[in-house]
C-alpha cells in the first residue's frame, strides 16, 4: 500500500510538471504570436517609408541633374545673347527691329 501512494504521487507530481510546462510553452507561444505581428506592422511601416524617401531621392537626383543642366546653358554664349536682348534691350549689328504701331 505504501508503495501504491509513492506510484500515486509520482504520477501526480508527473502531471503538474507536464501541464506547468505545457502552460509556460503556451505562454511563450503567444507571446511570440503578438511580436510577430508588431514586427510585421513596423516592416510595412518602414518599407513605405523607405519608398517615401527613395522617391524623393530620386525626384532631388532629378531636379540636381537639371540645375547642372541649366548651369551648363547659363555658361554659352547664346544664353549671354539672350539675356542681353531681353534684360538689356542690346541688338546685334545690322539686326533689324520692328516696333509696332501704336
Not at 6 to 15: A, E, I, L, P, T
Not at 30 to 54: D, G, I, R, W
Not at 79 to 89: C, I, N, R, S
Amino acid at each position: 500500500m505504501v508503495k501504491r501512494k509513492v506510484v500515486f504521487r509520482k504520477k501526480r507530481q508527473n502531471r503538474l510538471g507536464m501541464f506547468l510546462v505545457l502552460t509556460v510553452v503556451l505562454m511563450l507561444l503567444v507571446v511570440v504570436s503578438f511580436k510577430s505581428v508588431e514586427l510585421k506592422q513596423k516592416q510595412e511601416t518602414y518599407a513605405a517609408k523607405e519608398k517615401a524617401l527613395q522617391e524623393q531621392i530620386d525626384a532631388e537626383n532629378a531636379r540636381t541633374q537639371e540645375i547642372e543642366e541649366y548651369r551648363k546653358y547659363t555658361q554659352t554664349k547664346k544664353y549671354v545673347e539672350e539675356v542681353a536682348k531681353d534684360k538689356l534691350g542690346l541688338v546685334k549689328e545690322g539686326e533689324i527691329i520692328y516696333k509696332p504701331k501704336d
